[in-house]
């Protein structure tokens, strides 16, 4: 019923900077809602996650350097200090119908497997 809508993907500089944003209609319904990644041949990623009470989670590899946050109508991911590493697809994500299990945020992997995804932006960040 929530259909994320990711923007803000692009190519940029290594140590550059982007902002992802996300909107959804029915956003304001979610508790859970995040961004994970997936380059290549790899495994999707979990990026980042915000709870209802404003208690946020991110991947060690991002700390210090992507912010998560959100207003009433728009989910958004700060990136700063970027690294050819974290060339990826951006997905947005919401929690499902009924929220996730045990209602929890913090686990990642939660909002990848059980969450309603966008369709996603595209993030390359060049050396």
């Known amino acids: 019923q929530v259909q994320p809508v990711e923007s803000g993907g692009g190519s940029v500089q290594a140590g550059g900077s982007l902002k992802l944003s996300c909107v959804a209609s029915g956003f304001i319904y979610s508790y859970c809602m995040g961004w994970f990644r997936q380059a290549p041949g790899k495994e999707r990623e979990g990026v980042a996650s915000?709870?209802?009470?404003?208690s946020t989670t991110y991947v060690e590899s991002v700390k210090g350097r992507f912010t998560i946050s959100k207003d009433k109508n728009t989910l958004y991911l700060q990136m700063s200090s970027l690294k050819p590493e974290d060339t990826a697809m951006y997905y947005c994500?919401?929690?499902?119908?009924?929220?996730?299990?045990?209602?929890?945020?913090?686990?990642?992997?939660?909002?990848?497997?059980?969450?309603?995804w966008g369709q996603g932006t595209q993030v390359t960040v060049s050396s």
């Open positions: 915000i709870a209802g009470d404003g």
């Open positions: 994500a919401l929690d499902p119908p009924g929220g996730l299990p045990g209602n929890v945020c913090y686990k990642l992997s939660y909002l990848i497997e059980f969450g309603v």
